[in-house]
T-cell receptor, first 117, second 117 residues
Framework: AQSVTQLDSHVSVSEGTPVLLRCNYSSSYSPSLFWYVQHPNKGLQLLLK??????LVKGINGFEAEFKKSETSFHLTKPSAHMSDAAEYFCVVSVMNYGGSQGNLIFGKGTKLSVKP | GAVVSQHPSWVICKSGTSVKIECRSL??????MFWYRQFPKQSLMLMATSNEGSKATYEQGVEKDKFLINHASLTLSTLTVTSAHPEDSSFYIC?????????????FGEGSRLTVL
């Protein structure tokens, strides 16, 4: 069975400082891992995804995440926070179906990122 | 990128009435669409999986007679909340999987906020 744990429900950083949003996963098979961002009253936007290629994944808006199998982690980072990064972030795990399509997504509970001026 | 549109974005209705939410893939064909529900400050919970031309598959605990899902074409799925009650107030989000090989990525709509008075 797959599961994902986001270790912090709320992270607050100052503008210009680094961002670290933590995520640990559990999966019986090789997982696909995703980070989505949700701005208030909006849908989800894909930031980046890991699907068994390079372990360091670069996404949009300067975000990146590193897949560490030994630690079962997929933490999201950004070198310098911007005010527009304030949002809810979801770590998501999925198992690829036979044929290569994406299986059901299992969402973490989310981490709210606040950015102080 | 692929676009998924939900309509309406906001809806307020009286208790006992039914509300229909549409999910459209605007520039691609979606063999599968998913409906999620998001409670305040919580993660997304999968309600049902909708395949074009067949009955939806509901997750455990989701009343299929309460939440009617129709996926009549490759670009449209609808969720109807029947006889809505205040406890049905929530943020409903759909996602669509693009048809074709090697196209497992899901694209999310912007969500529909339902308030039942």
């Amino acid at each position: 069975a797959q599961s994902v744990t986001q270790l912090d429900s709320h992270v607050s950083v100052s503008e210009g400082t680094p961002v670290l949003l933590r995520c640990n996963y559990s999966s019986s098979y090789s997982p696909s891992l995703f980070w989505y961002v949700q701005h208030p009253n909006k849908g989800l936007q894909l930031l980046l995804k890991y699907t068994s290629a390079a372990t360091l994944v670069k996404g949009i808006n300067g975000f990146e995440a590193e897949f560490k199998k030994s630690e079962t982690s997929f933490h999201l980072t950004k070198p310098s926070a911007h005010m527009s990064d304030a949002a809810e972030y979801f770590c998501v795990v999925s198992v690829m179906n036979y044929g290569g399509s994406q299986g059901n997504l299992i969402f973490g509970k989310g981490t709210k990122l606040s950015v102080k001026p | 990128g692929a676009v998924v549109s939900q309509h309406p974005s906001w809806v307020i209705c009286k208790s006992g009435t039914s509300v229909k939410i549409e999910c459209r893939s605007l520039d691609f064909q979606a063999t599968t669409m998913f409906w999620y529900r998001q409670f305040p400050k919580q993660s997304l919970m999968l309600m049902a999986t909708s395949n074009e031309g067949s009955k939806a598959t509901y997750e455990q605990g989701v009343e299929k007679d309460k939440f009617l899902i129709n996926h009549a074409s490759l670009t449209l799925s609808t969720l109807t909340v029947t006889s809505a009650h205040p406890e049905d107030s929530s943020f409903y989000i759909c996602s669509a999987r693009r048809a074709g090989p090697n196209t497992g990525e899901l694209f999310f709509g912007e969500g529909s906020r339902l308030t039942v008075l």
